[in-house]
């Protein structure tokens, strides 16, 4: 799986025009190997929107970029609402299981995107990876209202993306569980820098292959 991860800087009087131009991006779903695609605003700064979607591979989102993407986005007329825009690429590394038994149902189900994006120390690449086997995903898999996701890496790079079924839900799970897994993997040693956001879905945005 290839993931495309998605931040813009959206201008402040434009945030309605942003949104209506994302609604207009169903014809992803003719693309081959695509997916789903989810988005919304982050709560720690409600002018930035992020994207993120989900492709069989990278041929598959090259073929959409080369073939489909300049006609929607041109259509839709979406550059003019935004003043700068950050896209990331990454390979899935692991599956994030949690109350649902498919990406696209939790993508579907989803109220909140949960992101954490992490740059490991070169030497620590190996530990980072082993603890979200034997720490993260069990612990994660206990908690209510996880409805899974995906560990995934370009690099030393590495994305976290947990779906969830409500913003209480995620606050619970950082209060009662997150805690005790970051002692029990020890991740603030194996990381140089992180950057973590809470984004509020659109439901409107999400793009979902149904086949």
Sequence with gaps: MYIKWIVCDVKSDMRNKFSASQEKWKDTTKA????????????LNLNE????????????????????????????????????????????????????NSLTKAVGKSKLLRIADCEVKPDKAEHFV?????????????A??????????????????????SKENHTKY???????????????????NIVGMKILLVDSWKVINRL
């Excluded at 409805?147 to 994305?159: A, E, M, P, T, V």
């Excluded at 009662?176 to 140089?192: C, F, R, T």
Aim: glycine share 8%; with cysteine; hydrophobic share 40%.
């Design 144 to 165: 209510k209202g996880m409805l899974g996701g995906i560990f995934s890496k370009n690099n030393l790079r590495y994305l976290v993306s947990t779906f969830w079924d």
């Design 49 to 100: 929107a992020c994207i993120i979607s989900f492709w069989k591979n990278k041929k598959s989102l090259d073929w959409f970029m080369q073939n489909l993407h300049d006609k929607i986005f041109n259509n839709n007329k979406q550059a003019v609402s935004y003043k700068a825009i950050n896209v990331g690429y990454f390979d899935k590394v692991l599956n994030m299981e949690g109350e649902v």
């Design 174 to 192: 950082t209060e009662d569980l997150l805690p005790g897994l970051k002692v029990k993997s020890n991740v603030a040693d194996d990381i140089i």
């Design 130 to 142: 082993n603890m979200q086997k034997e720490v993260w995903l069990p612990g994660m898999r206990q």
């Design 32 to 43: 081959e190997g695509f997916i789903a695609q989810a988005g919304g605003w982050n709560l």
